[in-house]
């Protein structure tokens, strides 16, 4: 081939090479078009051979020509491959849009059970009094439980707290009746002056709208010298007061329970009506059940090897789950057990 013929080879090159550039869509195409007309097996290297065949004179002329024609077909290449690369981001950015404007799957967290919000709520209005929180074992013997508070076997008492015995290779163990066997057990370990409050779970056979068998309390105990009952009253006001709001009012039942003398069952005033006669919660009466309470009795400190000529002490015990009913208005006891959502998502 001559130079002549080379001129129009080049030329027809750069044509077919423009309409397969204008074909080439996506950057894989693209490079098919670069292997195409810049590879080792493309035309122009074939011509790049054949320029050795030629006359001496022709050479030089032609090499330019091809090296022009690489030029061009490689500019070409490279400003075709950047249109692409544009239209490949603009088309990606209107594919992968995303409606910001749409609302959010709020994630569920949860929320705490009422009984353990109470728990919180009764146990911070006593930290603010200095009593500490203290827990003790569910299972317990039957010294703690019983015996140490002044109710020794056979005593009547018993029979208002009935519960499951376990079996612990002959010492009698048993689910407690009550938070107070946590009065002896802190009472060993401690020496007045002492304030605590004792949160947990106890065990009683009862099951009816307003007795779970399982159930929570709250105890208190309070030690030391000079201890009255004016303080216990003080301390209960209050706490009904923090709890249910400033016009609830308490009132002292005498009562009895065997490791307190004098005991009281202790009534706060309702929250609910103004001693009204239809009122469902307090049943006309404007008063509410709400715990025991009384003097810790000589007889737990002998247990404890206090000396009940220096100190004196008051405590007391209250349902949660009586507490937690009457502040979130919960009419029946067992709703607060079987776990149904559409109840615990109230809280
Ligand atoms: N432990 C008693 C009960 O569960 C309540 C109570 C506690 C009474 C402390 C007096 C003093 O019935």
Same mark, same amino acid.
């Given at each position: 081939?001559?130079?002549?013929?080379m001129? +129009?080879?080049?030329?027809?090159l750069?044509?077919?090479?423009?309409?397969?550039?204008e074909?080439?869509?996506?950057?894989?195409?693209?490079? !098919?078009?670069?292997?195409?007309?810049?590879?080792?097996?493309?035309?122009?290297?074939?011509?790049?051979?054949?320029?050795?065949?030629?006359?001496?004179?022709?050479?030089?002329?032609?090499?330019?020509?091809?090296?022009?024609?690489?030029?061009?077909?490689?500019?070409?290449?490279?400003?075709?491959?950047?249109?692409?690369?544009?239209?490949?981001?603009?088309?990606?950015?209107?594919?992968?849009?995303? !409606?910001?404007?749409?609302?959010?799957r @709020?994630p569920? $967290?949860? &929320?705490?059970?009422?009984?353990?919000?109470?728990?919180?709520?009764?146990?911070?209005?006593?930290?603010?009094?200095?009593?500490?929180?203290?827990?003790g074992?569910?299972?317990?013997?039957?010294?703690?439980?019983?015996?140490?508070?002044?109710?020794?076997?056979?005593?009547?008492?018993?029979?208002?707290?009935?519960? $499951?015995?376990?079996? /612990?290779?002959?010492?009698?163990?048993?689910l407690?009746?009550?938070? &107070?066997?946590m009065?002896?057990?802190?009472?060993?370990?401690?020496?007045?002056?002492?304030r605590?409050?004792?949160?947990?779970?106890?065990?009683?056979?009862?099951?009816?709208?307003?007795? &779970?068998?399982?159930?929570?309390?709250?105890?208190?105990?309070?030690?030391?010298?000079?201890?009255r009952? &004016?303080?216990l009253?003080?301390?209960?006001?209050?706490? @009904?007061?923090?709890? $249910?709001?400033? +016009?609830?009012?308490?009132?002292?039942?005498?009562?009895? $329970?065997?490791?307190t003398?004098?005991?009281?069952?202790v009534d706060?005033? /309702?929250?609910? /009506?103004?001693?009204? +006669?239809?009122?469902?919660?307090?049943?006309?009466?404007?008063?509410?059940?709400?715990?025991?309470?009384?003097?810790?009795?000589?007889?737990?400190?002998?247990?404890?090897?206090? !000396?009940?000529?220096?100190?004196?002490?008051?405590?007391?015990?209250?349902?949660?789950?009586?507490?937690a009913?009457?502040?979130?208005?919960?009419?029946?006891?067992?709703?607060l057990?079987?776990?149904?959502?559409?109840?615990?998502?109230?809280?």
């Amino acid at each position: 081939m001559n130079k002549i013929g080379m001129n +129009e080879r080049v030329e027809a090159l750069k044509a077919e090479a423009a309409a397969a550039l204008e074909k080439a869509e996506t950057t894989q195409q693209l490079e !098919d078009v670069r292997v195409r007309f810049l590879g080792k097996k493309s035309e122009l290297a074939k011509l790049r051979k054949g320029i050795g065949a030629l006359d001496k004179a022709e050479r030089p002329a032609v090499g330019k020509l091809l090296t022009e024609l690489q030029r061009s077909l490689a500019g070409g290449i490279e400003t075709r491959l950047e249109e692409i690369g544009r239209q490949e981001r603009a088309r990606q950015l209107q594919n992968e849009t995303i !409606d910001i404007t749409l609302p959010g799957r @709020a994630p569920s $967290f949860g &929320s705490e059970h009422p009984i353990s919000q109470t728990a919180r709520r009764m146990i911070d209005i006593f930290q603010s009094l200095g009593f500490e929180t203290v827990e003790g074992p569910e299972i317990d013997t039957e010294y703690y439980n019983f015996d140490a508070l002044n109710t020794p076997a056979h005593h009547p008492a018993r029979d208002m707290h009935d519960t $499951f015995y376990i079996d /612990c290779g002959g010492k009698p163990y048993l689910l407690r009746t009550h938070c &107070s066997p946590m009065q002896v057990r802190y009472m060993e370990q401690h020496r007045p002056p002492l304030r605590i409050v004792v949160p947990g779970r106890v065990y009683r056979r009862d099951a009816d709208p307003t007795h &779970s068998p399982m159930f929570h309390q709250l105890e208190g105990l309070a030690v030391g010298e000079g201890v009255r009952f &004016s303080d216990l009253k003080g301390v209960l006001a209050l706490f @009904a007061q923090e709890m $249910f709001g400033a +016009e609830t009012r308490v009132r002292f039942r005498p009562s009895y $329970f065997p490791f307190t003398e004098p005991s009281a069952e202790v009534d706060f005033s /309702c929250s609910f /009506c103004d001693r009204d +006669e239809s009122c469902r919660v307090c049943k006309g009466t404007g008063w509410l059940e709400i715990l025991g309470a009384g003097m810790v009795d000589p007889e737990v400190f002998k247990a404890v090897e206090y !000396d009940a000529e220096r100190y004196t002490g008051f405590a007391f015990g209250m349902g949660i789950d009586r507490i937690a009913m009457l502040k979130y208005g919960i009419p029946d006891v067992r709703i607060l057990f079987q776990n149904d959502m559409r109840f615990l998502t109230q809280f």
